[in-house]
């Protein structure tokens, strides 16, 4: 069986035309594209995953009756990305003769309904609100750079319900799109699953999904070329490499803040501690092989 790589790519890289500039977004659909081929020629199978976060905005913000729950709003973007992608890849295969298929799995996540992010319920979602929608409506409501906004829980992922289904399709050397928007937040209780208003990290979940399916390689696609310590400074790092010890250390000294670079950097250290041998990555899109060959990207390794 060919090597497993997990490819997460950005809510953000694949915003619909319309919401920003459509170039660009081609632009960046076409990278993703070219790497998923690239690695599939190398001889990786490949699972892909990707964010959500401005689809979701996008359709919060037309749900005036506010007629779908936050659980549902995550399974709608993932068929619509999920359809999205799979028709430009297969597009692609199928003019280069290659014998792989896409497939999409609607994927579900177990989290622990005990889970602390519950009670602190951080991350912002939906448009921002009115005067009038933040005195009616029975949210938690926390004031951004933008205005104020309705913020759920970003609990852990424990549990990938649909796992069996993505490694049976993964065997049959589809191309899985999955675990969109670090999948649909689900809860047990007394042997029931249930949805609930939460955002998992889609990079948290991406890690968990490359262990699981004991992957080689977990690929964190984002809008940066690599991982910088001092970013933005004169004395700004450009990092090829970085031991696990090394990146804990920056992200303890707050060099990776925890609404950008943060949860990217944790998941590839989890990833690396829960399975040594997997190559964890960081790089833009287009350049998923070159990383993968240490020429471009940030590479994370165990501790020497």
Known sequence: ?????????GGNALAPPGSSDDGQYALVLAR????VVDLLEAGWSVVLTHGNGPQVGELMSMDGEVSHAMDEWVAATQGMIGHTLSLQLNSILKHRHRPERTAVVLTRVLVDAQDQAFAFPTKPVGPVLSAQEVMERDWDIATTVHGPRRVVASPLPERILDLDVIQTLVEQRAVVICGGGGGIPVIEHERHYTG??????KDRLSSLLAV????EALIISTGVPAVYTNFGEDSQEEHRHLSVLEAESHLDSGQFPSGSMGPK?????DAIRALPSMRSILCQPGDALSAMRGDAGTTLSQDD
Do not use: E, G, T
């Not at 069986?1 to 790519?9: D, G, R």
């Not at 699981?212 to 992957?215: E, M, N, P, V, Y």
């Not at 950097?265 to 250290?269: D, E, G, N, P, Y």
């Open 32 to 35: 993703v594209m070219s790497d």
């Open 265 to 269: 950097i944790k998941s590839m250290i």
């Open 1 to 9: 069986m060919s090597k497993i790589v997990v490819y997460a790519v």
């Open 212 to 215: 699981d399916l004991q992957a």
């Open 196 to 201: 609930v208003p939460a955002v998992i990290d």
